[in-house]
């Protein structure tokens, strides 16, 4: 039973853990772009992603997208959110149709194969610095 609970308190602070992603490439004329990755909450408490920063933009905000029916038209859009919630034990795509970070104002043009470092913060303070390629997908 001691080996037990000490296992048991390790896994309720498990570290957040990005297992894969990218960022969208976009022209270099547009000066917003998108990353994309999956973020796996290994612990037995939720997290909550509240925000992210890069040194190539400007901002980084959460979104979703969604589609509406607006006379009889299919719209699609993106809405900016104030958190995304991880469950315990499972997995978040972030996704193109679904959650993305939007990196905003880029501060120059991104090139295909280029890594880009995000840093993930989340709600009780813990952040995760990732590095993603830039990948025309």
Not at 4 to 31: D, H, I, T
Not at 51 to 63: C, I, N, Y
Request: no cysteine.
């Amino acid at each position: 039973m001691r080996l037990l609970l000490p296992l048991l308190a390790m896994a309720a602070f498990a570290q957040p853990a990005v297992l894969s992603g990218w960022v969208r490439l976009v022209p270099p004329v547009v000066k917003d772009t998108a990353a994309y990755f999956t973020l796996e909450n290994p612990g037995n408490a939720a997290l909550r992603l509240v925000g992210a920063e890069t040194p190539v933009a400007q901002r980084v905000s959460l979104h979703r997208d969604q589609r509406e029916v607006r006379g009889g038209q299919v719209v699609l859009g993106m809405r900016p959110l104030p958190y995304v919630d991880i469950p315990p034990r499972s997995k978040v795509e972030f996704r193109p149709g679904k959650y993305h970070l939007m990196l905003e104002g880029l501060k120059r043009p991104l090139k295909a194969g280029e890594k880009v470092e995000l840093t993930l913060r989340f709600a009780d303070g813990t952040r995760l610095k990732v590095i993603l390629p830039v990948e025309m997908r």
